[in-house]
């Protein structure tokens, strides 16, 4: 099955890795493309979104990966978050993450209804103890949750997977990567659904669709590998 991941840093925010070097540990652990996702905000926006454009297209450039410009609006005040997105998707952004309110930080209280609001995002990422009112917004604006595989963010993965499928919306999991060892595989990517409560139907199901979803809600055509039936 093909391997999605939509949110991973480098160093053009606060990764510890060129996009080149994630790039190419995508390309190992058999992912279908790569999303550079790195952080943006209000004073960041405008320099990073084209830096990021332009490392997609030179990954592109050096080896057979299709590549996706994005990024994870993170730390931007509730009432500037639609801004901050529509800002990065004028500017060549193509996905839109917003850092949502983990417990792994300090959490902005009204951060994930903003995102869930804003119909420029695609995935609102590690919510913390999202409420049902915030997931049944995600779910109406076509949002996808995001399970986390990276540390103090995943705290709430169980949480969060249940206040998914109580309301109907997508789940994606992502790594947010920030070094190229954080990068999902297969089997890790699996693992943490699992550890998420999830059971195996719904694993399988999240797997094969909520990448399809995520693109084609944003019509982006990338050269993939079949999709399992
Ligand atoms: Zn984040
Ligand atoms: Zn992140």
């Given at each position: ?7 991973t840093h480098t160093t ?5 890795a060129?996009?080149?070097e994630?790039a190419r540990r995508?390309l190992?652990?058999g ?9 943006v905000?209000e ?5 990073r979104v084209?830096?990021i454009v332009d490392?997609c ?9 299709p590549?996706?410009?994005a990024v994870e609006?993170?730390r931007?005040?509730?009432e500037?978050?639609?801004?901050v ?5 004028s500017?060549?952004a193509r996905l839109v ?8 930080d ?5 951060l ?6 804003c119909?420029?995002?695609?995935i ?5 103890l999202?409420t049902e009112e915030?997931a049944?917004?995600?779910?109406i604006?076509?949002?996808h949750?995001e399970?986390s595989?990276?540390?103090l ?11 998914a499928?109580?309301v109907?919306a ?6 947010d990567?920030h070094?190229?060892?954080a990068?999902?595989t297969?089997?890790r990517a699996?693992?943490v659904?699992?550890?998420s409560?999830?059971?195996l139907e719904?694993?399988g199901?999240?797997?094969?669709n909520?990448?399809?979803e995520i ?15």
């Amino acid at each position: 099955m093909a391997l999605f991941d939509f949110h991973t840093h480098t160093t053009i925010s606060d990764g510890h890795a060129a996009p080149l070097e994630m790039a190419r540990r995508c390309l190992e652990n058999g992912y279908a493309a790569y999303v550079c996702s790195d952080h943006v905000d209000e004073t960041t926006v405008d320099r990073r979104v084209p830096e990021i454009v332009d490392a997609c297209m030179k990954v592109s450039r050096e080896m057979e990966l299709p590549t996706v410009p994005a990024v994870e609006v993170t730390r931007v005040p509730p009432e500037r978050v639609a801004w901050v997105a529509a800002r990065a998707r004028s500017l060549g952004a193509r996905l839109v993450v917003v850092h949502g309110e983990t417990l792994g930080d300090f959490p902005q209280p009204g951060l994930n209804l903003a995102a869930a609001r804003c119909r420029d995002v695609d995935i609102l990422g590690h919510p913390g103890l999202i409420t049902e009112e915030a997931a049944e917004t995600a779910r109406i604006n076509g949002i996808h949750l995001e399970i986390s595989a990276a540390g103090l963010h995943g705290l709430t993965n169980g949480h969060v997977a249940k206040m998914a499928l109580l309301v109907g919306a997508g789940l994606v999991l992502d790594s947010d990567a920030h070094r190229p060892e954080a990068l999902l595989t297969t089997t890790r990517a699996r693992q943490v659904l699992e550890g998420s409560g999830l059971d195996l139907e719904e694993v399988g199901r999240i797997s094969a669709n909520s990448p399809f979803e995520i693109l084609a809600r944003r019509g982006i055509e990338l050269p993939l590998p079949a999709k399992p039936s």
